[in-house]
């Protein structure tokens, strides 16, 4: 699959950003998705996460109440729905698909070496 971030900017804080990620070449529909992020000098750190049926969601709790993750299976999309955002949540947001599924992903969602497919990322800067 081929996935590729968009909707990144800069903002306020206390603004609120929609980032999305576009998926091609594979059947979407069947693969968990996530959201991680990245600073510079800093490993990439979950964010959200999303199962196939979208039953279930996961967040990182740096993000949760504020952040809503969700998919468009139709549209073979994926979003992130970002309000009250805060300076520390400036990062690349990088979006990433997971083939597996099963206990083995709801135990291990935050774990990036479990997706197998990543978008190149898009910037967001929250300025003070």
């Known amino acids: 699959v081929q996935l590729q971030a968009s909707g990144g900017g800069l903002v306020q804080a206390g603004d609120s950003l929609r980032i999305s990620c576009s998926a091609t070449?594979?059947?979407?529909?069947?693969?968990?998705m996530g959201w991680f992020r990245q600073t510079p000098g800093k490993e990439r750190e979950f964010v959200a996460a999303?199962?196939?049926?979208?039953?279930?969601?996961f967040y990182a709790d740096s993000v949760k109440g504020r952040f809503t993750i969700s998919r468009d299976n139709a549209k073979n999309t994926m979003y992130l729905q970002m309000n009250s955002l805060k300076p520390k949540d400036t990062g690349v947001y990088y979006c990433?698909?997971?083939?597996?599924?099963?206990?083995?992903?709801?135990?291990?969602?935050?774990?990036?070496?479990?997706?197998?497919?990543w978008g190149q990322g898009t910037l967001v800067t929250v300025s003070s």
């Open positions: 990433a698909a997971a083939a597996i599924n099963g206990p083995a992903y709801s135990n291990n969602h935050d774990d990036p070496s479990l997706y197998t497919s």
């Open positions: 999303v199962r196939w049926s979208t039953t279930s969601t």
């Open positions: 070449g594979h059947t979407f529909r069947r693969l968990n």
